[in-house]
């Protein structure tokens, strides 16, 4: 066991925890001309709290990451469950599928989608030549950004989702309509909180990078659509402000891990699915 | 009763396959696009169409481009072996032989995907430059890619193999295999395809990986970071021919891969028939 399972935990102590808890002791410390100085102080949380700004960039890109959620969710759940369901020799193919566009950088794929929103793209473009107005609310807007969220992360969602009904035994339906339960009554009651703990496993992927999201809305989002992920960049690129930018850093930090905590208290392990890991 | 209950579950049938296409649609419009913008003269102003292939010219004559692709598949490849390897230790490791250390051990393995990759990035650059003292180097952008392709790998191979039968191996050992040949000849052939999703995927993250690899190389250039770099200056067409190169390959792959599940000559890990 330890011998099998040891060096990978091993590893993700090493080039996780350790940097993680690196940053943690420099956000104590302060930052003058591009260096750090060991001097011990709250001053970087005292900005990072009194400082309208940040609240401003941290509340919404948590927005943001609430919305794009939500949406992949919705229709994360009908694809991945057609999947698994009916995909039959093709699964794995069909699941592939979605993980190829990131065979494209994420730069060149959101540089596209602004070739194909942007005013003069796809579908501006087209609607010029039948003189219509472009539509101004996909350019450089909130809207634009969470449309391309949802094109960076909703893969994550399906595949999640996918993972978790193949091991899900679809014979229980059965059961549940002898007995009586119509089929949004079976899926209320069977499938999805048999499936809720690879859900929120997908709820995570896409929630925790997209609070984070820095490249996206700087290039789709406009002018008023600076988050909290491109401040922190900038602290330790064009500013040099490392001792703020690791401050901010253990703030996402701390606010994904309550929103894990949140999600972790409604999972019930007895009734999670994964019955392989309770036995022996 | 039953002929309305079936029709309605063929309707639900036929609406899911068509959000399913949708997604796929929405999926490789932009991919469709990299490749239609790199063969058109103007990049910025892409409509209407003109053509030329100026833009594979020069990626074959600027050799930024092809150090660009070097690194970035030195990355990928280093990163997808090593949480591949990593990963399928743990998870044969957790699923095999149960102790009262699972659980924290199963949490430390998944730990990396609920940790956004900005913050791996930054955080492994204070450490790496800060307190080690290390520039940027090809070794420290491996390490940090594979945590986060660890942490995929396992959840991958973990889902396949809930299911495995470890009876299969208790039997081979009862006939004298050794564990080493016992796992080359019995659970290897069952399992390669979960590893394959597995180095595929972590290969794929590492390869293009922007926010990771950026602050871990420093100077060094990786296909993202030249993408990064030159959106100052506006887009490199090259960059536009180069994804598009990648994307036929990947669709190539994917043809071949359809051809062999479809005369079953490989199933891919599929029990039916």
């Excluded at chain 2, 390959?249 to 994917?254: D, G, P, T």
């Amino acid at each position: 066991m330890l011998l099998l399972a040891g060096p990978g935990v091993l590893f993700i102590l090493v080039t996780l925890l350790l940097p993680l808890l690196a940053i943690f002791m420099f956000s104590f410390w302060r930052t003058a001309s591009y260096e750090l100085y060991p001097d011990w102080n709250l001053d970087n949380y005292h900005v990072l709290f009194t400082e309208a700004a940040y609240r401003t960039f941290l509340l919404r890109s948590a927005l943001s990451a609430v919305v794009t959620s939500l949406l992949c969710l919705l229709y994360a759940w009908p694809v991945a469950y057609f999947i698994a369901r009916h995909g039959g020799r093709y699964r794995l193919l069909l699941v592939l599928l979605l993980a190829a566009p990131f065979f494209t950088g994420v730069i060149l794929r959101i540089a596209a989608l602004q070739g194909i929103f942007g005013p003069g793209g796809l579908i501006n473009m087209a609607l010029g030549i039948f003189g219509m107005p472009p539509i101004a609310a996909l350019m450089y807007t909130p809207l634009a950004a969470t449309i391309g969220h949802v094109y960076l992360f909703v893969p994550f969602m399906v595949t999640a989702i996918y993972l978790s009904l193949v091991n899900f035994n679809f014979d229980l339906l059965e059961t549940a309509k002898i007995n009586g339960a119509g089929p949004w009554r079976a899926f209320v009651e069977v499938t999805w909180p048999l499936n809720w703990i690879g859900t929120a496993i997908g709820l995570a992927l896409v929630f925790i990078p997209c609070l984070a999201s820095a490249v996206t809305p700087r290039f789709l989002g406009g002018p008023s659509a600076t988050s909290f992920g491109m401040s922190l960049g900038q602290q330790f690129g064009e500013t040099g402000t490392w001792a703020l930018g690791s401050a901010m850093g253990v703030v996402l930090f701390a606010f994904s891990l309550l929103v894990l905590a949140v999600m972790g208290f409604t999972v019930n392990l007895k009734r999670s699915g994964f019955t392989g890991m309770g036995a022996r | 009763m039953t002929s309305v209950g079936d029709r309605a579950e063929s309707w639900r049938r036929l609406a899911m396959s068509v959000l399913l296409c949708l997604l796929y649609v929405f999926l490789y419009a932009p991919i469709l696009f990299v490749i239609y913008a790199s063969f058109s003269e103007d990049i910025v102003w892409p409509f209407p169409p003109s053509f030329t292939t100026d833009a594979y010219a020069e990626l074959f004559d600027n050799s930024l481009y092809s150090d660009a692709l070097n690194n970035s598949l030195i990355i990928g490849l280093g990163s997808g072996v090593l949480s591949t390897l990593l990963a399928t230790a743990g998870v044969i490791g957790v699923l095999r032989f149960p102790s009262r250390r699972r659980a924290l051990i199963l949490i430390t393995f998944l730990a990396p995907l609920f940790v956004a990759e900005l913050l791996i990035g930054i955080s492994s650059l204070a450490f790496n430059a800060r307190l080690l003292g290390l520039p940027g180097n090809l070794f420290s952008a491996i390490a940090a890619n594979a945590v986060e392709g660890t942490a995929f790998a396992f959840l991958i191979v973990l889902a396949q193999l809930v299911r495995y039968d470890w009876q299969m191996d208790d039997a081979a050992m009862v006939f004298g295999a050794s564990p080493a040949r016992c796992f080359w000849e019995v659970t290897l052939p069952t399992i390669w395809p979960s590893l394959f999703g597995a180095f595929l995927i972590s290969f794929i993250l590492a390869f293009n990986n922007l926010e990771i690899s950026f602050y871990n190389l420093g100077a060094i250039p990786t296909l993202p970071s030249v993408a990064w770099g030159s959106l100052r200056f506006g887009l490199g067409p090259e960059l536009f021919a180069l994804a598009a190169l990648t994307n036929g390959l990947v669709f190539a792959v994917f043809a071949l891969m359809y051809v062999l599940m479809r005369t079953g000559i490989v199933k891919f890990g599929y029990r039916g028939v």
